[in-house]
């Protein structure tokens, strides 16, 4: 099975500061790659599909890229109400396997 | 508009079995990827199983030979049957829909314990 590497575990970093979230498989996945963000409390939400196409109402300070086995959530400028913990998933074929998470923090 | 509602969940002993029921509204269970996720007490997202429109299923690892997904075409629903429950099932388990997952439940409480 591929295995989700996401990096970095945590993170604090200032409003208004461009953050990076990697997330790395063990075999390519071709663009099949999601994002999530959960907040405290909340249920998780998808924020990108098709590793850079952003869901329905998601800012546009959320972008993803990448190809094959890397790729990348970037939040452009950090907002408050962006503290979360952030997770990829594959779903090219089963398991759809979540990366173990990245939580983002305000510094 | 899409809705999940998740329930059975509650306190079982270790080797019980448990039976998960997600009710859906908005749309039938036999249209769409519906999936189980779960998410143990201070850790991550966990994957746990899918059946796809066509009906074909697939597990984690993890819950492999012990859990059953299906639907209950009559009633909308999608249901997790688990048994030889384990300790480390502890989770609150949510089901969602779609590929990936776009729409998800509230999710329903399992605590495995003696």
């Known amino acids: 099975d591929i295995q989700m590497t996401q990096s970095p575990s945590s993170l604090s970093a200032s409003v208004g500061d461009r953050v990076t979230i990697t997330c790395r498989a063990s075999?390519?996945?071709?663009?099949?790659l999601a994002w999530y963000q959960r907040k405290p409390g909340k249920v998780p939400k998808l924020l990108i599909y098709?590793?850079?196409t952003l869901q329905s109402g998601v800012p546009s300070r959320f972008s993803g890229s990448g190809s094959g086995t890397d790729f990348t959530l970037t939040i452009s400028s950090l907002q408050p109400e962006d503290v979360a913990t952030y997770f990829c998933?594959?779903?090219?074929?089963?398991?759809?396997?979540f990366g173990q998470g990245t939580k983002v923090e305000i510094k | 508009e899409v809705q999940l509602v998740e329930s059975g969940g509650g306190l079982v002993q270790p080797g019980g079995s448990l039976r998960l029921s997600c009710a859906a509204s908005?749309?039938?269970?036999?249209?769409?990827?519906m999936s189980w996720v779960r998410q143990a007490p201070g850790k991550g997202l966990e994957w746990v199983s899918v059946?796809?429109?066509?009906?074909?299923?697939f597990y984690a690892d993890s819950v492999k030979g012990r859990f059953t997904i299906s639907r209950d075409n009559s009633k909308n629903t999608l249901n997790l049957q688990m048994n030889s429950l384990r300790v480390e099932d502890t989770a609150v388990y949510y089901c969602?829909?779609?590929?990936?997952?776009?729409?998800w439940g509230q999710g329903t409480l399992v605590t495995v314990s003696s």
């Open positions: 059946i796809y429109s066509g009906g074909s299923t």
């Open positions: 969602a829909t779609e590929r990936p997952l776009g729409y």
């Open positions: 998933q594959k779903y090219n074929s089963a398991p759809w396997t």
């Open positions: 098709a590793t850079s």
């Open positions: 908005g749309f039938t269970v036999t249209s769409n990827y």
């Open positions: 075999q390519g996945l071709s663009n099949n």
